[in-house]
T-cell receptor, first 113, second 112 residues
Framework: AAGVIQSPRHLIKEKRETATLKCYPI?????VYWYQQGPGQDPQFLIS???????DKGSIPDRFSAQQFSDYHSELNMSSLELGDSALYFC????????????FGPGTRLTVT | KQEVTQIPAALSVPEGENLVLNCSFT??????LQWFRQDPGKGLTSLLL?????REQTSGRLNASLDKSSGRSTLYIAASQPGDSATYLC???????????FGKGTKLTVNP
């Protein structure tokens, strides 16, 4: 069965650089979620999209932005990177909101040096 | 604000033992609860989803129960195997929204 695809899987950036993370949801899933998991931490919700519109927002820094495109894939753009942004970034998708199981991708490991 | 607590934080058992992982949450107005498995540095694998109207959900050697009124869920693992070694996380939606709030996980080690 198809799963959530994230790219790249690993990314190394320097401070103040910009990074773009991509997420391809499971086919026919219209809802995408982004989570950040710092070292030794539990995942924290960043932002979600339903039918290409932002549906909820969590503790996402103003330096980050995201969008969902017409083919339902999503991109998380991160600017002015800081050392503290080093984390595992997960994308999840579901076939609708609220009541549905969220399926997580393998994550993108971002390292900021 | 939804808070999720998992006990114990770590558990080490011999192979073949049955075990129970606990999860509690503060806001019982939830739609569902998910249990995940995470291997070190890896992604989150969904194990079980229990809807708020359900009391139990089973998948193979795993059984999860939900007592919504008391804000508790348990994950029962039967006949544990070394391959079950991982961190187990439970997550619930926050305040009627879709964003999941995670516990800090239980790190399970099953010794051969």
């Amino acid at each position: 069965a198809a799963g959530v695809i994230q790219s790249p899987r690993h990314l190394i950036k320097e401070k103040r650089e910009t990074a773009t993370l991509k997420c391809y949801p499971i086919p026919r899933h219209d809802t995408v979620y982004w989570y950040q998991q710092g070292p030794g931490q539990d995942p924290q919700f960043l932002i979600s999209f339903y039918e290409k519109m932002q549906s909820d927002k969590g503790s996402i820094p103003d330096r980050f932005s995201a969008q969902q495109f017409s083919d339902y894939h999503s991109e998380l753009n991160m600017s002015s990177l800081e050392l503290g942004d080093s984390a595992l970034y997960f994308c999840a998708s579901s076939p609708g909101q609220t009541l549905y199981e969220q399926y997580f991708g393998p994550g993108t490991r971002l390292t900021v040096t | 604000k939804q808070e999720v607590t998992q006990i114990p934080a770590a558990l080490s058992v011999p192979e073949g033992e049955n075990l129970v992982l606990n999860c509690s949450f503060t806001d019982s107005a939830i739609y569902n609860l998910q249990w995940f498995r995470q291997d070190p540095g890896k992604g989150l694998t969904s194990l079980l989803l229990i809807q708020s109207s359900q009391r139990e959900q089973t998948s193979g050697r795993l059984n999860a129960s939900l007592d919504k009124s008391s804000g508790r869920s348990t994950l029962y693992i039967a006949a544990s195997q070394p391959g079950d070694s991982a961190t187990y996380l439970c997550a619930v939606p926050q305040g009627g929204s879709e964003k999941l709030v995670f516990g800090k996980g239980t790190k399970l080690t099953v010794n051969p």
